[in-house]
């Protein structure tokens, strides 16, 4: 905490019957860092740093929108709630708080039960904030980063709950000043760890300022560093130890592992160099840029300032309102609108999709639904998937279990079931739509899709190709066989997935070590597949995927 200090004046409502009641109710439940100020009755009225947190706040409201009707907020470390309250003093809608203190929760709950305020609370640790259910549109990471050994970890695991805004607040010691570094040093560059403004976290080994649960207090460097390391656009600094955030990049690690990218500069030049062999190749080809997942207008604006929506054609777009996205299936329109608010670029959805995991039913209403908001507003839709995604293989996401049931919906998204026997939605399968179907190496399922997509008199289909299988002993042969399988069709080509060998770090969501080399990966499969010599029907795109791959040709 900053060095500050007011004094809180004695309140007359203390003295009166109630108050007193009221104080003797308060110190029952021990001793209160937050000092809250219940009908006039202080909770903490001696605290060392005075009216605190209430003069943190004042430094920081300023940040935060006045009007938050409606927004969902998630208070990690909450304490005894004063910026919980403060949230829903503004309109917020739920607002969950969450503390592994048991003092400080009945604390909480007394305040609010004392100011009528709807709030919720719940024993949670910070490393298990990931398996809360769904996002926010603002979460609060106040006082707690300091206080945790493994705090990245823990930073990790938050930011996957954070829809819209992270305000991060953290004790900050060493030099406040900050400046831009070199991408990488020599071994033997030593120098540059006596810079007072090096990014740096120092480690508490036994108690500071009588607290021995401060474990890492960083420099503002560091923070911000860090921030960044973790996919984070710093979008205010309201006061010394407080940062406004917002992701810069859909949230989802399963397949660009944008911490080695945090500023998406790598995936920039690899688009772009992608982009100019389509163009010197095949310059009729569609070039889309897709398929964005969360919809996300600042991320589109960010590409933008890295000068790749110079060289696209359409943006792309995903949604599965009724399963993983938090927004109504209803809000289809307004989500390609918030698109075209940034570009004017055209917007297809390369994937639309609800499981029938609950219900087919509901995968039947979703599949109409999505038909008409989307079918009359974009040139091109396609639904995800044909099949069921096979029990026995693992559904592309870093996630997993920690998912809980949402994990497991990646299994249920056919229109077709794993065996091949159709479901309810596919008796209504909309005119005008089309199919997105991932075929892996040597995919048993090729032919039959093939017959299946002509059965429901499909036109359009997304697929993919993947570089890491490029190295497979015959590869090109199986991709051959998988193009000449789908030639009928008018196909948005995905180019995914970097090998190991190639990756900044062994794995294939990592940025390449050399963005040329997937430049020359597109060049080969557009020469071999879209070249304009070429006859099969590939009118192509190249999306470079950011959820459910990395990079497109149609």
């Not at 033997?188 to 976290?201: D, G, L, V």
């Not at 310059?283 to 300032?305: A, C, H, Q, W």
């Not at 299946?452 to 993947?466: A, E, N, Y």
């Amino acid at each position: 905490m900053s060095p500050i200090s007011e004094q809180v004046p004695d309140s007359p409502a203390v003295t009166s019957p109630g108050g007193q009641q009221l104080a003797q109710q308060i110190s029952a439940l021990g001793e209160w860092f937050h000092n809250l100020n219940l009908h006039g009755v202080p909770t903490a009225p001696q605290h060392f740093l005075g009216d605190f947190p209430n003069i943190k706040w004042r430094n920081i409201e300023s940040a935060i929108p006045e009007n938050l009707t409606g927004a969902e907020v998630l208070d990690v470390g909450c304490n005894a709630g004063f910026y919980s309250l403060e949230m829903k003093k503004r309109g917020a809608g739920r607002v969950l708080g969450i503390d592994v203190d048991d003092r400080y929760l009945k604390q909480a709950q007394f305040a609010t039960k004392t100011l009528n305020a709807q709030i919720e609370f719940q024993k949670c640790s910070v490393y298990e904030t990931d398996q809360i259910p769904g996002q926010f549109d603002y979460v609060l990471f106040m006082g707690v980063f300091y206080h945790l050994r493994y705090p990245l970890y823990a930073l990790d695991k938050l930011i996957k709950k954070v829809r819209g805004k992270l305000v991060f607040q953290t004790m900050v010691r060493g030099s406040g000043d900050v400046q831009e570094w070199e991408q990488d040093y020599p071994f033997w560059n030593t120098q540059i760890f006596t810079e007072a403004n090096f990014p740096a976290m120092y480690f508490i080994e036994k108690s500071y300022s009588h607290d021995p649960t401060n474990w890492w207090i960083p420099n503002r460097a560091a923070v911000e560093a860090m921030l960044r390391s973790s996919g984070l656009e710093i979008e205010a600094h309201p006061e010394p130890e407080t940062w406004i955030c917002r992701p810069t990049s859909p949230n989802n690690l399963s397949h660009w592992d944008f911490k080695a990218d945090p500023d998406w500069k790598i995936f920039s030049r690899m688009t772009i160099a992608a982009a100019r062999e389509i163009r010197r190749i095949n310059p009729e080809l569609t070039i889309v840029l897709g398929g964005l997942s969360p919809i996300d207008p600042n991320f589109v604006k960010l590409l933008g300032s890295h000068g790749v929506l110079d060289f696209i054609d359409v943006v792309a777009i995903h949604g599965f309102p009724l399963d993983w996205n938090h927004w109504s299936i209803h809000d289809w329109p307004r989500k390609v609108e918030e698109i075209r608010e940034v570009t004017n670029k055209p917007v297809w959805v390369s994937e639309a999709g609800v499981s029938s995991f609950g219900a087919e039913e509901v995968q039947l209403f979703g599949i109409q639904r999505t038909a008409e908001l989307l079918l009359p507003i974009v040139d091109r839709v396609h639904w995800y998937s044909l099949y069921d995604l096979p029990a026995t293989w693992t559904a592309t996401t870093r996630h997993k279990e920690a998912e809980g049931s949402a994990y497991y919906r990646h299994y249920y998204m056919g229109i077709l079931r794993e065996d091949g026997t159709p479901k309810l939605a596919h008796s209504q399968f909309p005119s005008g739509m089309g199919i997105c179907q991932w075929f892996h190496f040597e995919d048993h399922r090729l032919d039959d899709s093939v017959e299946w997509l002509r059965k429901l008199g499909v036109s359009h289909l997304r697929t993919g190709l993947s570089w890491a299988d490029s190295f497979r002993p015959n590869a090109e042969q199986r991709f051959d066989r998988q193009m000449r399988a789908v030639e009928e069709f008018n196909t948005t080509l995905t180019l995914c997935f970097t090998p190991e060998h190639l990756g900044v770090v062994p794995h294939y969501t990592s940025p390449p070590k050399n963005p040329e080399d997937f430049a020359l990966f597109t060049s080969n499969m557009v020469r071999r597949y879209a070249s304009s010599a070429n006859h099969q029907r590939l009118p192509s795109e190249l999306v470079r995927g950011i959820s459910e791959s990395y990079a497109q040709v149609d």
